[in-house]
């Protein structure tokens, strides 16, 4: 059983920028494809990022593409999010995710089997 702790979150003026991180612990966290989610009051949970087991393989959403990026270091069990010229719209909740299938860059929330409790990022205008 794996468990994920995501950090980082808080409160930032449009344009600022804020790095999330998720400590995972319980597993083998190098074997599992990792991701971001978000969701939004009144929000279906959406996909943000995802990385494959050996950084080979990213994917964003194109709402953040060139914004955000997503990196892992497997000897901190530690996944990323590098968020940069933060817009209103990003505020949510931040979750990360653990995908044990290590090469898949789901995007779809149900394909991951382990989460986190998630973050709060508001973004003031």
């Known amino acids: 059983q794996v468990q994920l702790v995501e950090s980082g979150g808080g409160l930032v003026q449009a344009g600022g920028s804020l790095r999330l991180s998720c400590v995972a612990s319980g597993g083998s966290f190098s074997s599992y494809a990792m991701g971001w989610f978000r969701q939004a009051p009144g929000k279906e949970r959406e996909f943000v990022a995802a990385?494959?087991?050996?950084?080979?393989?990213?994917s964003y959403a194109d709402s953040v593409k060139g914004r955000f990026t997503i990196s892992r270091d497997n000897a901190k069990d530690t996944v990323y999010l590098q968020m940069n010229s933060l817009k209103p719209e990003d505020t949510a909740v931040y979750y990360c995710?653990?995908?044990?299938?290590?090469?898949?860059?789901?995007?779809?929330?149900?394909?991951?089997?382990?989460w986190g409790q998630g973050t709060q990022v508001t973004v003031s205008s």
């Open positions: 990385i494959s087991w050996t950084s080979y393989s990213t």
């Open positions: 995710a653990a995908d044990r299938r290590r090469r898949v860059l789901a995007v779809v929330a149900g394909e991951y089997a382990y």
